[in-house]
């Protein structure tokens, strides 16, 4: 055998050995599917920073992951499942967080812990919400989500407090209202705010009216002047200091004289106070 066929056949040989796997391992949390996040969907972007993430604090700080990983909420004094002690400031904490929550198990509680958290890490996880919000079963878990889109400004958060305020559950949509009242993005959600007025559940009406007020949506104005005949009375009172909000002096001076003898004294009071800029 000549000595340049020798040399062929040991380089094919090590050309044939086996790939190194080193990279990854199968327990990697949330492994991406693919390494290129350009060729992700936008959607699933945020599983690959998240592994990612994961993975560079398993090897930079172990101690932190593994803190992050065991930590588990606490009941406050009114009975709920919180994270009582400030997370890492490090902004991979967030990762951790959301990577727990993708792997699913645990109660509903911990997991609606692990979501109202995450608005008090220093890291991204918009997109991540829009994910798991669609893909959570249990209303509290998903009011969770709807309450952490408030500390963030993207076109994800906005999304996922669209969908909360179309969601089947009132607690969602209740919460979906009150963080748009003070979202940057509240007045691009005044569509959905103005359709939750006309909600079977009297809290999302209430929380709906005072956002409209907060956010001084005048289109919304005929909506709620009907609504201060509601037979609700958080829902009358709602709707009294929003359109005070929105049009000071505008509700006229015989329906603030009806809502004057109104059984609430709260809504009375106010009407009392309202009178003397009432139109005539």
Request: proline share 5%; aromatic share 2%; net charge neutral.
């Amino acid at each position: 055998m000549t000595r340049q066929a020798v040399a062929l056949i040991i380089f094919l040989a090590a050309c044939s050995g086996p790939e190194d796997t080193t990279i990854e391992s199968s327990n990697t949390p949330l492994r991406p599917a693919m390494t290129t996040p350009t060729q992700q969907p936008v959607s699933g972007d945020w599983r690959v920073r998240v592994a990612a993430d994961v993975a560079a604090l398993r090897t930079s700080d172990p101690a932190l992951l593994a803190e992050l990983t065991a930590v588990m909420p606490q009941r406050t004094r009114a009975g709920i499942l919180r994270f009582t002690s400030t997370p890492s400031v490090d902004p991979r904490a967030t990762s951790v967080f959301l990577d727990r929550l993708a792997r699913g198990g645990g109660s509903a509680t911990e997991r609606a812990a692990l979501g109202e958290v995450l608005a008090r890490t220093t890291g991204a996880y918009a997109d991540a919400l829009v994910d798991l919000f669609a893909g959570e079963r249990e209303a509290m878990v998903r009011s969770a989500f709807v309450h952490s889109a408030k500390r963030a400004t993207s076109e994800h958060a906005v999304t996922v407090i669209q969908r909360g305020l179309t969601d089947p559950a009132a607690e969602v949509q209740a919460e979906a209202a009150r963080v748009a009242a003070g979202h940057p993005a509240g007045p691009r959600l005044a569509p959905e705010l103005r359709a939750a007025l006309a909600s079977s559940a009297p809290e999302v009406r209430a929380e709906a009216a005072r956002a409209l007020g907060i956010l001084g949506v005048v289109s919304a104005r005929g909506e709620l002047v009907a609504l201060l005949q509601d037979g609700a009375a958080d829902v009358r009172l709602e709707s009294l200091r929003a359109l005070d909000r929105i049009a000071p002096g505008s509700v006229d001076a015989a329906t603030l004289a009806s809502l004057s003898r109104d059984t609430d004294e709260r809504i009375s009071r106010l009407a009392v106070r309202l009178a003397d800029t009432a139109v005539r």
